[in-house]
């Protein structure tokens, strides 16, 4: 077990989450894995707003910038404090508790107010958890506490320009309710010790904490005892996967007759006893009719970074940067690709919306896969460009979506696992998915593409990106053939 006398905020707010997973950090910190990358991009998006946040107050001063000691950055926090200047990353510890606080402001009559910020664009319990915890280890070090202040995105902010860091942020004030919890801190801070102090590790079952306020880093580590087609499998059900868990059935066909499931659970428990998968040829065959040659597939790739690239994007708006598109003439005939991939560090908006008009054809059917999402993205570029609204408006009307089948379960495979998404649907209905790809699903896809074009990387690199993430595309499209005639086979 690890000597350390404190807990710092992020392993409180982790034991707060589940002690098993703090007395893992402490005990068996090896079997944590890293984040991954698409997990290690949200941290950095969360780094590159903490830097801005700092902008607002430039008479700010960084404390222990690069100092690894702890002691050290206290002792340097204690002589910073002197200053009554606001503060960036000041550290204390107290009665067990360690923290750093974003922001440390000077206020009134020798307090002072803290300040968290957040990437996200609303406040959520867990931020107030956090703010109670450094209220409680500040006010413990001998620090007056006036207010309490959680600083996160404006949803409303559109970008014109220079970032307006004053419309940018939003200031939530959080006194009250942070001074509640903070109250429960010390009786916390003493449970926690007491776990990571255990010679076992705590005997807590899965549950609905795995994944709430964030998915657990422990998450395959605790849930691999489970078979393969288990009681979680099923379609909106995750209360009910615990309500059967605690009634010892893991496995989806040895789900009782008499439990209450809703039809598309019940073709789940079906297709898992069967083990074969579920089809309701007569709809399949109405989906189908629908089709309109020449059919076109299609497929986005978007971004959404905290802090809009370009004027007229909202924090974390999508903004499309490629598609592909795969047109079959006629029944049998060859795909014809086509596809857009933005160059250049500007909005690829323009451009993408060009290219795609010109791309799609005149007549037929537009297939694509959750297609709210591609209808989505083309109105917002028809808000930023309207001179492409009379295309949209006059191709609207011919998009298809082929998630509608596997979300109604017209067909279900038990290898789909309760998922009718594309990456769950394509293996299991063709036998072909992603695999050979360096890229593989479309987090991946956008931190790739803002790393190759606004990272300085060599042109060897990106190019070698470029073509992976045109592979990755033109495969999402592909696949939605592949899924189309497979449906045609099974109907
Ligand atoms: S996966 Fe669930 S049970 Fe396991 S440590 Fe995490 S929160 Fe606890």
Redesign the pocket.
Known sequence: MSSSPYISKSKYLWGL?????LW?AYNAKELIPEPDAVTQAIFDQGHEVGALAKKMFPDGVEVGAGVPNLDETIRLTQAALKFRKPLFEAAFSAGGGYCRTDILRPAPQNAWDIIEVKSTTSLKDVHLEDLAFQKWVLASAGLKIRSCYLMHINSDFVRHGEIDLKKFFTMEDVTDQSAELAQQVTDRLADLFKVIRQRQTPD????P??DDPYT????D???KFLPSLSVFDLYRGARKGFDLLGQGVTSLEDIPDDFKLTANQEIQRQAAISGKPYINRKAIAKFLAQLVYPVNYLDFETFGTAIPLFDGVSPYQQVPFQFSLHTVRASGAKPEHSMFLAEGRHDPRPAFMLKLRDAVSRTGSIVAYNAPFELGRLKECCEAMPNFSPWLKAVEGRVVDLLGPFRSFYYYHPDQHGSAGMKAVLPALTGKGYEGLEIQEGGTASNEFLRVTFGDLPAEERRRVREQLEEYCGRDTEGMIWITDALRRAS
């Open positions: 989450q589940c002690p098993k997973l893992y807590i079952q899965i549950g904490q795995c657990c880093a422990l998450h580590h605790c849930w």
